[in-house]
């Protein structure tokens, strides 16, 4: 159990929210405390790239982003339009 003080226009919002939103405050309030968390934990994420680059096999897929589309499809423009075959 966690318990803490805010400040009175806080606790009208977190009120606010909850009765919009249709959950408590509590559930409010620990969603807000996880995505806090979460948020404050991927800021190390950059850092922890360069410390841990990826393997050949996670960066395999890298290598053919850019091969672009394997058939020329250009005839096909406008195939699924309805007045293109007008």
Not at 4 to 27: K, P
Not at 39 to 55: F, G, K, N
Request: proline letters at 2%; charged letters at 30%.
């Amino acid at each position: 159990m966690l318990s803490f003080r805010v400040d009175d226009d806080d606790v009208a919002a977190i009120q606010r929210w909850a009765t919009e939103l249709g959950v408590d405050r509590s559930a409010l309030l620990r969603d807000a405390v996880r995505l806090h968390l979460n948020r404050l934990a991927s800021e190390h994420d950059a850092d922890r790239w360069e410390q841990v680059p990826l393997t050949d096999g996670e960066s395999a897929l890298a290598a053919i982003s850019d091969w672009g589309p394997a058939e020329d499809w250009a005839d096909w423009g406008g195939a699924g339009d309805a007045t293109s075959s007008r």
